[in-house]
């Protein structure tokens, strides 16, 4: 969880720059004391989600793709995850 938390914090600190608005997920505070854990982790991803989900559809549409509201992944293209 300390490996990920960076990584989130950097790509949430540069999507809330942007035009991408939450409209489910709330803003997180992000600070040097943050620890991920097992209580918050669900929270702080979620956030991340939903900036991302918000960028596919804007891409999407962008490249004027019908359904662009669900056709940002391609599910053909997409290769199966491998579980342990």
Known sequence: MVAIKNIVWKMVDKFSESHFTLAVASHMVY????????????????EL????????????????????AIAGLNLD??????FD
Do not use: W
């Open 31 to 46: 600070d040097e004391d943050v620890v991920f854990n097992e209580n918050n982790v669900t929270s702080y991803l979620s």
């Open 49 to 68: 989600e939903e900036y991302i989900s918000n960028f596919i559809t804007y891409l999407a549409g962008r490249e004027k793709q019908p359904e662009a």
């Open 77 to 82: 293209q997409m290769k199966p995850k491998e």
